[in-house]
C-alpha cells in the first residue's frame, strides 16, 4: 500500500487540529475585556501558529468568525434541527422542538454569541453573515407556520407575515438573551418562549402555569 494516502490523512488531521486551536484562541480572545480590537495577528500569536496561517484557513475576520460561530453551532447541537424537520408531522410540536433546539444553541456559548453580534452590528461583512443565518431561521419559520396554517386554517394573507416576524423576534438570540438575564436556566426561557409563542398562533396558553 502506497504511503501516500496515510500521508494525506496525517496532514488533514494535523490541518484539522490547527483550525480547531485558531476557533479556541479565537473564542478566548472575543471573552478579553477588548474583544472588538482583536485581529487576526493577536489570533495567530494566542494560538501559536503565523497569521498566513489563519489567513489560509480562514481568508479573513469575518470568515474566521463565521467559521467560530459554525464550530459553536456544531458544539450546541443545531445539527438537531434537521432531524426535527424529518420527523415533525405534527407543526405544533415542530415549533416547540424548533425553539428548543435554538435555545440549546444560544445557551451552548452565550457569553461568545453576545460578543459575536455585538460585533455584528458595528462590522458590515461580520452582519452580513449574521443577518444570512437569522433569515434561514425565518425561513424555516414560514415553513412550520405554514404548515400550522393548512393543518389549522389560522391565519389570514394580513396575518401570517406578522406572525412570522413575531416568532422571529421570541426565537432571536437577543430574546433569550434578555428573558435567561442573570438567574433563569434555559429551561425556564423555553417554557415562557413556548408560552409567548402558543398565544401568537392562536392557542389559549395562560402565561402563568396553574
Same mark, same amino acid.
Given at each position: 500500500?502506497?504511503?501516500?494516502?496515510?500521508?494525506?490523512?496525517?496532514?488533514?488531521?494535523?490541518?484539522?487540529?490547527?483550525?480547531?486551536?485558531?476557533?479556541?484562541?479565537?473564542?478566548?480572545?472575543?471573552?478579553?475585556?477588548?474583544?472588538?480590537?482583536?485581529?487576526?495577528?493577536?489570533?495567530?500569536?494566542?494560538?501559536?501558529?503565523?497569521?498566513?496561517?489563519?489567513?489560509?484557513?480562514?481568508?479573513?475576520?469575518?470568515?474566521?468568525?463565521?467559521?467560530?460561530?459554525?464550530?459553536?453551532?456544531?458544539?450546541?447541537?443545531?445539527?438537531?434541527?434537521?432531524?426535527?424537520?424529518?420527523?415533525?408531522? %405534527?407543526? /405544533?410540536?415542530? *415549533?416547540?422542538? +424548533?425553539?428548543?433546539?435554538? =435555545?440549546?444553541?444560544? !445557551?451552548?456559548?452565550? @457569553?461568545?454569541?453576545?460578543?459575536?453580534?455585538?460585533?455584528?452590528?458595528?462590522?458590515?461583512?461580520?452582519?452580513?453573515?449574521?443577518?444570512?443565518?437569522?433569515?434561514?431561521?425565518?425561513?424555516?419559520?414560514?415553513?412550520?407556520?405554514?404548515?400550522?396554517?393548512?393543518?389549522?386554517?389560522?391565519?389570514?394573507?394580513?396575518?401570517?407575515?406578522?406572525?412570522? %416576524?413575531? /416568532?422571529?423576534? *421570541?426565537?432571536? +438570540?437577543?430574546?433569550?438573551? =434578555?428573558?435567561?438575564? !442573570?438567574?433563569?436556566? @434555559?429551561?425556564?426561557?423555553?417554557?415562557?418562549?413556548?408560552?409567548?409563542?402558543?398565544?401568537?398562533?392562536?392557542?389559549?396558553?395562560?402565561?402563568?402555569?396553574?
Amino acid at each position: 500500500m502506497s504511503p501516500r494516502p496515510y500521508q494525506m490523512r496525517q496532514r488533514q488531521v494535523a490541518a484539522d487540529r490547527t483550525r480547531i486551536r485558531i476557533l479556541m484562541a479565537t473564542r478566548k480572545l472575543l471573552l478579553g475585556r477588548n474583544f472588538s480590537e482583536f485581529t487576526m495577528e493577536a489570533v495567530a500569536r494566542a494560538a501559536g501558529v503565523t497569521r498566513l496561517t489563519v489567513y489560509h484557513q480562514f481568508e479573513s475576520r469575518a470568515g474566521l468568525l463565521e467559521a467560530l460561530y459554525n464550530f459553536i453551532a456544531q458544539r450546541g447541537s443545531m445539527q438537531n434541527l434537521a432531524e426535527v424537520f424529518r420527523r415533525g408531522s %405534527d407543526p /405544533l410540536q415542530t *415549533l416547540h422542538e +424548533f425553539i428548543r433546539v435554538f =435555545a440549546g444553541f444560544w !445557551s451552548s456559548d452565550r @457569553a461568545v454569541i453576545r460578543r459575536l453580534h455585538a460585533l455584528g452590528a458595528i462590522d458590515a461583512e461580520i452582519g452580513k453573515g449574521l443577518l444570512e443565518r437569522n433569515e434561514r431561521r425565518r425561513n424555516d419559520l414560514r415553513v412550520i407556520l405554514e404548515r400550522y396554517g393548512r393543518v389549522y386554517r389560522m391565519f389570514t394573507p394580513v396575518q401570517e407575515p406578522i406572525a412570522i %416576524d413575531t /416568532l422571529h423576534m *421570541l426565537t432571536s +438570540f437577543e430574546t433569550y438573551d =434578555a428573558l435567561a438575564g !442573570s438567574t433563569r436556566s @434555559a429551561e425556564e426561557v423555553v417554557e415562557i418562549i413556548i408560552k409567548l409563542v402558543d398565544q401568537v398562533i392562536g392557542l389559549p396558553s395562560p402565561f402563568i402555569r396553574r
